[in-house]
């Protein structure tokens, strides 16, 4: 019988791990783009924050697929981390497009 909780748990990390190798590489296009242009782009680091979604999917995969309980603390702890700083990044950008001032994205 298949175990539907941990393909669910595994589908979660993968889908992380496809989301930062997807922001990796659109990060460098852009970054090439940008390059031979010779100009600055102001949307090449809007997406820093899809980076800590990435790792916070992965991290909180592992940790619900994970057998052993230090693993699943380990996780736990990197999950909790990752949302913190995810949030921490999304709340500064929605904060600084609102008051006008400029975020460290657009620096």
């Known amino acids: 019988m298949i175990d539907w909780w941990h393909v669910g748990a595994n589908a979660i990390w993968i889908l992380g791990a496809a989301l930062l190798l997807a922001t990796f590489s659109t990060r460098?296009?852009?970054?090439?783009?940008?390059?031979?242009?010779?100009?600055?782009?102001?949307?090449?680091?809007?997406?820093?924050?899809?980076y800590g979604i990435g790792l916070l999917l992965v991290s909180l995969g592992l940790c619900l697929a994970s057998v052993?309980?230090?693993?699943?603390?380990?996780?736990?702890?990197?999950?909790?981390?990752?949302?913190?700083?995810?949030?921490g990044m999304v709340w500064e950008g929605r904060r600084g497009s609102r008051s006008g001032l400029p975020t460290t994205e657009d620096q």
Request: aromatic content about 10%; cysteine-free.
């Open 28 to 50: 460098r296009y852009e970054a090439a783009i940008v390059k031979a242009r010779a100009t600055s782009d102001a949307r090449f680091n809007q997406s820093r924050w899809l």
């Open 68 to 87: 052993a309980r230090l693993d699943r603390i380990i996780w736990g702890i990197l999950a909790l981390i990752s949302l913190l700083v995810t949030s």
